[in-house]
């Protein structure tokens, strides 16, 4: 994913089973902090696709 100026983007989908026995991709971004080199959480859901 491009630079946002904040820093650079990163995107992982994981298949994740839960107590239930359901399973949903989840889809998890982050930002790797120009200022401090550190990563960030930036948003987490299930992905509906």
Same mark, same amino acid.
């Given at each position: %994913?491009?630079?946002? /100026? ?6 992982? $989908?994981?298949? *994740? %089973?839960?107590?239930? /026995? ?6 998890? $971004?982050?930002? *790797? ?17």
């Amino acid at each position: %994913m491009p630079d946002t /100026g904040y820093g650079r983007r990163f995107k992982v $989908t994981l298949d *994740l %089973m839960g107590e239930n /026995g359901k399973r949903a991709k989840v889809l998890i $971004t982050w930002l *790797l902090d120009k200022k401090t080199n550190e990563f960030r959480l930036t948003s987490i859901y299930v992905d509906k696709k």
